[in-house]
């Protein structure tokens, strides 16, 4: 990518920051809709992070709660029992979650594990989690909660804006990781082995090691961030290694179209902002019926843009006349 179009592209991302920095004052700071727009905006950091593993590297990994899960997990017992603060938890946390992800990939990767096993694999590791924790050396069948303090120094506030803007943080930090590594060689030998993972073998790419690389870096972001969702959450137990929630972060990043990071970013907000405006109205009144609704939408995208949303992206700029080459 020419320096010219990286300029344009932090321009871009400054501009996406200060809009999203407005939203509580759009919002009148009515804390339910801050909320709302938080949970959105939490998901959008763990979409775009799931974008390096999934885009980039071509890898379906269906785990990122599991990364989540341990990070936030690790956290939040740190500061429950050892008063340790989670602006140091969280890292902690994160580095859990790496190893995590070194344990889980090394092995996989050495033997040649990858596309519907390495799928099922990676699923699994949310069952595997959620049953640990529910044994009663762990955390037991009781939901557990976060000291009833409030604060920087826990990251726990009375209302919900500082949390907001301590996830914003988080998904700037996450978008510009993505785009230091879509402009790296990494992100050119992760583009290879998705395309083609022998071919890129062949000319001398180490297809472990960038695969590697891709897995702790996503799953770091993950660990770290797991606290925040944590606080949002409210409580946390064996429930946090959720499945469903699971899968519907990988195929957010399905439906945003591998490799684009406009597509992540505008797939989590848009199709969680559905999900939770409709399990809060149609949902409280028909149990469930949300969730029909939110899967048509899943499908309407899939069908007619198998791309995924940057194909959007792509149509609108050569309709307006951004594309050159189209013009």
Request: net charge positive; aromatic share 14%; no cysteine.
């Amino acid at each position: 990518m020419a320096g010219r179009e990286l300029r344009r592209y932090f321009a871009t991302l400054t501009i996406l920051t200060v809009a999203l920095a407005l939203v509580p004052f759009v919002l009148g700071f009515n804390q339910y809709y801050i909320l709302l727009a938080a949970t959105s905006l939490i998901f959008a950091v763990f979409v775009v992070a799931w974008n390096i593993i999934g885009g980039y590297a071509g890898q379906l990994d269906l785990a990122p709660i599991a990364y989540v899960g341990i990070g936030g997990i690790v956290a939040a017992q740190l500061l429950k029992y050892y008063g340790i603060t989670p602006w140091i938890g969280m890292f902690v946390g994160a580095g859990a979650s790496m190893l995590l992800a070194a344990a889980i990939g090394y092995p996989t990767f050495r033997f040649g594990i990858k596309e519907v096993w390495y799928a099922l694999l990676t699923a699994s590791l949310v069952v595997i989690l959620n049953n640990i924790a529910h044994l009663p050396q762990f955390l037991g069948s009781l939901d557990h909660y976060l000291p009833a303090r409030t604060g920087w120094y826990y990251l726990i506030f009375s209302d919900y804006q500082n949390l907001y803007y301590v996830i914003l943080a988080v998904l700037v930090v996450t978008i510009v990781i993505n785009l230091k590594i879509s402009n790296s060689k990494t992100g050119y030998y992760l583009r290879a082995i998705r395309e083609d993972e022998l071919a890129a073998e062949a000319l001398g790419v180490d297809v472990r090691k960038y695969k590697l690389k891709a897995l702790m870096t996503y799953a770091g972001i993950m660990g770290f961030t797991g606290y925040l969702y944590i606080v949002l959450q409210g409580t946390y137990s064996y429930h946090t290694f959720d499945s469903p929630t699971s899968l519907t972060i990988a195929i957010m990043g399905i439906i945003g179209g591998l490799g684009s990071i406009a597509g992540a970013f505008t797939s989590a907000i848009f199709l969680k902002t559905v999900e939770e405006y409709l399990r809060s109205t149609i949902g409280a009144t028909i149990p469930g019926l949300y969730l029909l609704i939110y899967g048509i939408l899943l499908i309407v995208v899939g069908i007619f843009k198998p791309e995924g949303i940057t194909a959007l992206f792509n149509w609108a700029k050569k309709k307006i006349g951004f594309d050159r080459r189209g013009a």
